[in-house]
């Protein structure tokens, strides 16, 4: 795998410190195949790459990671960057109803997705109508009327009720279009969704069509729906539509799918747009905000190693660090609640403990890591919250009683509250070893 790949990469550049033309390389070629491999785009690779290259050259050296680390995190970075940095919800007109139009291709998955939106913002509190403009195809009226039923939302079809395949086939999407809003506004409907036909490949009149619904209700969002396996076609298609209705977001569809969804980071480098939505499926719920972090993640294929980054940098939080120095320096007590908060750090740890022999001075952990699961955690938060602040404070004067009214309340035995001061005691032990020590353990503060 990639990860395999690249922690090979990394070994050899470990202890070499600064980011060489070569290091940058290497990362480059290996990152390059990740994108191909997902389906991004070809010149989007070329130009997502150079970019890369010439940021990593740049880019300050850091004590946390190693060379090779430091390009998939600007890699990374940059990824998360064109994915729309943050995610962006519809936004809501001042007046409404909201008209939100669905563009894409035949089989995008528009139809579904209306359902699906529809559904959400009616839990959301909203009043939506469905639009049912697709008169291309004869069973397209009914579908979005079958989806509107199931998401419990009217819709708004040609002749409703009625809709027999000639008046259907002969009516007029755009004439269907505003009078679905005229409608919406009439029975105070907050949001109207527009579902319009598409082709099986981008064609003028199509995309006229298109433009004639978006001007012709003045539509506020117009969400283009692409299939995540469409692959190098992204491009084309998204130019297409972005020129033909001037999309304002992309949904993203069918991603439950094998596809690495390197189509988002295409459609997003070539028209700056937001991807907003993802969909993972047929049902009403398979669908989701768009994350471009874990869209990131996904399309490298590598989120082990970028966790081991995260953690990595994290652990190296130097201010963390010295805070910590400076409260063993001021002979200040390691209390049960620094205890816990090491706990739930450990935890949060736990989940890569296949990586932790990548980290330098980790090895000393492993066997702690062995031990823990989710149910210790759960069960040291719970004695410890059983505790009185004055307690998690000063643990010495935790004496029997107070020992059992402890396990009464975290509904433990009493032995587990002493095997819990013992660890504490040994824990605060080492802790106060490492203060007079001058520091913590190379990229582990806070690590027993
Ligand atoms: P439209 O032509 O753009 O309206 O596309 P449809 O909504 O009719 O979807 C085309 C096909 O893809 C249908 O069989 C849908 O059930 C299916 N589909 C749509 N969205 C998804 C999705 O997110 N995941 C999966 N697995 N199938 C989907
Ligand atoms: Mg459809």
Redo the contacts with the bound molecule.
């Keep these: 795998s990639l990860s395999d790949r690249l922690t090979a990469t990394f070994k050899n550049l470990k202890g070499k410190g600064r980011l060489s033309e070569a290091d940058i390389d290497g990362t480059a070629r290996e990152i390059r195949r990740a994108l191909l491999d997902a389906d991004v785009a070809v010149p989007v690779v070329r130009q997502f790459i150079a970019k890369i290259k010439a940021r990593a050259l740049g880019a300050e050296v850091s004590e946390a990671l190693n060379p090779g680390q430091q390009v998939v995190k600007i890699v990374n970075e940059e990824l998360v960057g064109i994915l729309g940095g943050k995610t962006r919800e519809l936004a809501f007109a001042k007046q409404p109803p909201t008209i939100i139009m ?1 563009a ?11 359902g699906k939106l529809a559904y959400r913002l009616k839990n959301q509190g909203h009043t939506p109508l469905l639009v049912a403009c ?1 008169l291309q ?1 004869p069973n ?1 009226v009914n ?1 979005l009327q079958v989806g509107g039923q199931r998401a419990g939302v009217p819709v708004y079809a040609p002749h409703p009720g009625v809709s027999s395949e000639a008046e259907v086939a002969t009516g007029d999407p755009v004439a269907v279009a505003r009078d679905g809003v005229a409608q919406a506004r009439q029975a105070l409907h907050d949001v109207v969704i527009i ?1 319009t ?2 082709r099986l490949g981008v064609d003028e009149e199509l995309m006229r069509q298109a433009s004639d619904i978006r001007t012709a209700v003045g539509a506020h969002e117009v969400l283009f ?1 692409i ?2 396996m469409i692959g190098q076609d992204a491009v084309a298609t998204a130019q297409a539509f972005d020129e033909g209705v001037d999309f304002t977001g992309v949904v993203l ?5 094998d596809a690495r969804g390197g189509a988002a980071l295409s459609v997003a480098s070539v028209t700056g747009k937001p991807v907003m939505y ?5 049902g009403l719920k ?2 989701e905000v768009f994350h471009p972090d874990r869209m990131a993640r996904r399309i490298l294929d590598m989120g082990d190693v970028l966790s081991l980054i995260e953690q990595a940098e994290a652990s190296w939080d130097k201010g963390e660090a010295a805070k910590m120095a400076k409260k063993f320096a001021d002979q200040e007590d390691f209390t049960l609640e620094d205890f816990l908060a090491q706990m739930q750090q450990l935890k949060k740890m736990g989940s890569m403990k296949k990586l932790l022999g990548m980290m330098p001075g980790a090895q000393g952990m492993r066997k702690e890591l062995e031990q823990f699961d989710d149910s210790s955690l759960g069960r040291i938060e719970a004695i410890i919250y059983s505790m009185t602040p004055h307690e998690r404070a000063a643990p010495k004067i935790i004496n029997g009683s107070r020992r059992a009214r402890i396990a009464k309340g975290s509904g433990v035995h009493v032995s587990e509250i002493n095997q819990l001061l013992e660890r504490f005691g040994q824990a605060q032990k080492m802790m106060k070893r490492m203060a007079s020590g001058g520091g913590m353990p190379a990229g582990m503060p806070g690590m027993g």
């Design positions: 669905l894409g291709l035949q089989g995008a998955g528009k139809t579904t997705l209306a697709d195809r397209a579908q579902d036909a598409g729906v299939d995540a569809s069918k991603l439950d799918g993802a969909s993972t499926g047929e398979d669908f």
